[in-house]
């Protein structure tokens, strides 16, 4: 039997998902290997270095660098606040002093005697890592984070924006080729995740927002109702870091789309549950998808499929690339010699029976594998 390696989406139940929490500098793990956990037991936390501020102190005392430690009341490692006076001069016969009030709190870092001034860093910032999703820590990487295991329904999506959240599983409509309108996000959705259908509009974005919705998850977005919403384009950076009050994610990509029935109906078995949403997106340098977990331990768990893998006849795919964006399909056969196109250009290609009942000659670089 004929086969082909391609990239593709996870979107699967059942699934054994593995997740680093790892911080940013070293600090401090607090659980052990075997722990049980929920998505938002912060698991691990460090301290981030706050700014550092630049006190002009020699040049508004008048005095020469080198002379500044004896105008200083503080020393080095000394803690300051705001308003408190750290400098003086000594005047005459101890009249016309001059003083000098910090405008910042933090620890003095260092005293130049060369330029005379002082470098203040700021109050450290506290940063905690949560778990994100319900599992089990497998794994404690001392001083840096951990590895929670847990067995889930996954979903990936194409496209998304904000970073990681979670909240009760809802559905905002009734089939996947609904679009969900403003009016039907109710107050109860707040702290949900909402499945929204087919496309994402802006006013919905907006409403959802507004009434503390978590996250949403639609077939589609439209590229302008992004721009008016963010209030800039988005490059070909990594997404995921917009601090938007909401995530985003789009399971089938951009335009008029549905969201895919198979998905639909993955989501809609876990309807109630606990979901962890993020809508971090990378497309180069290293892909990174937007993701649903949502963690289903009843379940007999069977390895993370990637997505990506063996393409034959009879495997499930999604169509990438126009005329058939965003239909799946079956394959029906991998055509072995190379077929010229209507551009002129000779690639391999397959073909496939769409889930609309046509049959089509398809690229292979237009398809993604769906894992299931």
Not at 96 to 118: A, H, L, M, P, R
Not at 155 to 174: A, H, N, P, S
Not at 260 to 284: H, M, P, Y
Request: hydrophobic share 40%.
């Amino acid at each position: 039997m004929a086969q082909a390696f391609t990239p593709g989406l996870t979107r699967a139940a059942g699934l054994k998902v593995i997740k680093t929490r790892r911080l940013p500098l070293l600090g401090e793990t607090l659980f052990k290997i075997g722990d049980k956990v929920s998505a938002t037991d912060v698991v691990a936390r460090t301290d981030l270095p706050g700014p550092v501020s630049v006190l002009k102190i020699s040049h508004r005392l008048g005095c020469q660098p080198s002379e500044l430690k004896d105008f200083m009341s503080v020393k080095e490692g000394d803690t300051i606040s705001n308003g408190q006076v750290i400098a003086e001069s000594k005047g005459f016969m101890g009249f016309f002093k001059s003083e000098f009030k910090s405008n910042t709190d933090g620890i003095i870092e260092s005293i130049s005697k060369v330029n005379g001034q002082v470098y203040v860093r700021g109050t450290p910032v506290p940063v905690e890592m949560e778990a994100y999703i319900d599992g089990k820590i497998i794994n404690v990487m001392k001083d840096e984070g951990v590895m929670v295991e847990t067995v889930a329904t996954m979903v990936q999506g194409i496209f998304g924006v904000g970073g990681e959240t979670g909240g009760k599983l809802v559905f905002g409509v009734d089939s996947p080729s609904d679009v969900l309108a403003p009016s039907d996000l109710k107050e109860d959705m707040k702290d949900c995740i909402v499945i929204a259908g087919a496309c994402l509009t802006q006013e919905t974005i907006m409403k959802a927002k507004s009434i503390g919705v978590r996250g949403l998850v639609g077939g589609a977005l439209h590229d302008k109702d992004l721009r008016s919403f963010l209030g800039y384009d988005i490059g070909v950076a990594i997404t995921g870091n917009e601090n938007i009050g909401i995530t985003l994610v789009a399971t089938e990509g951009f335009g008029e789309l549905k969201m895919d029935s198979n998905t639909w109906s993955l989501l809609k078995s876990c309807e109630g549950k606990r979901a962890s949403i993020n809508g971090a997106t990378q497309i180069r340098a290293g892909v990174l998808r937007p993701e649903i977990i949502i963690p289903t331990p009843e379940e007999k768990s069977k390895d993370s499929d990637s997505g990506a893998g063996s393409l034959e006849t009879g495997t499930k795919i999604v169509v990438i690339r126009n005329p058939y964006f965003g239909l799946t399909g079956t394959v029906l056969e991998l055509i072995v010699e190379p077929q010229r196109l209507e551009s002129e250009a000779k690639v391999r290609v397959l073909k496939v029976k769409l889930e609309n009942g046509d049959e089509a000659i398809v690229p292979r670089a237009n398809i993604e594998r769906l894992a299931s």
